[in-house]
């Protein structure tokens, strides 16, 4: 099956500890997406990577880090300096371009006590 | 950064009524997209109308856009229960998204 695969579904961490979270796409898109999803809000863009290799800053970057060292995996890193880690996590996929919908995973939440 | 927003309002309906929804957003855009997102679950993308366009169907669904007026509708005909979701406008260039905060339809069989 192709698609975006997120894991785990949900993540406990203690505070101050640093928690990767996983991003898979089959699905050739160049272009993947980490978003933060906070209760009754809408989506808010943390990372994000056009190409292999380049990443750019979204809206609200501190405190979270990214690698995309292969094309297939976009894995974010949220660290101790985020003050307020617990949400819900999406990545998102697609075409390299503007006119192109984006693909989401299912999302992992994540909270931190 | 261009940001969609949705009208902000719960929508409780019965099963077979129309539902309508509203986004407005500030800047000049590429294109308009529409996501629903079931409890829990990721985006699923509806519709996409490039600014050039006015009005686009898919199946039940009809979005308009106003450029001028910095604003969208989307229009689901005849719901059903399985509609019960949170409804996002989303806004494109610069090659990203930038989302409203949604809109929670409630479809009552």
């Known amino acids: 099956d192709g698609g975006i695969t997120q894991s785990p579904k949900y993540l406990f961490r203690k505070e101050g500890q640093n928690v990767t979270l996983s991003c898979e796409q089959n699905l050739n898109h160049d272009a993947m997406y980490w978003y933060r999803q906070d209760p009754g809000q809408g989506l808010r863009l943390i990372y994000y990577s056009q190409i292999v290799n380049d990443f750019q800053k979204g809206d609200i970057a501190e405190g979270y880090s990214v690698s995309r060292e292969k094309k297939e995996s976009f894995p974010l890193t949220v660290t101790s300096a985020q003050k307020n880690p617990t949400a819900f996590y999406l990545c998102?996929?697609?075409?390299?371009?503007?006119?192109?919908?984006?693909?989401f995973g299912p999302g992992t939440r994540l909270t931190v006590t | 950064s261009q940001q969609g927003e949705e009208d902000p309002q719960a929508l409780s309906i019965q099963e077979g009524e129309n539902a309508t929804m509203n986004c407005s957003y500030k800047?000049?855009?590429?294109?308009l997209q529409w996501y629903r997102q079931n409890s829990g679950r990721g985006l699923v993308h509806l519709i996409l109308?490039?600014?050039?366009?006015r009005e686009k169907h898919s199946g039940r669904l009809r979005v308009t856009l106003d450029t001028s007026k910095k604003s969208s509708s989307l229009l689901i005909t005849a719901s059903r229960a399985a509609d019960t979701a949170s409804y996002f406008c989303?806004?494109?260039?610069?090659?990203?998204?930038?989302f409203g905060k949604g809109n929670q339809v409630v479809v009552i069989p």
């Open positions: 800047t000049s855009i590429n294109n």
């Open positions: 989303a806004t494109n260039g610069n090659n990203r998204l930038a």
């Open positions: 109308i490039r600014s050039n366009e």
């Open positions: 998102a996929s697609s075409i390299r371009g503007e006119a192109y919908e984006q693909y």
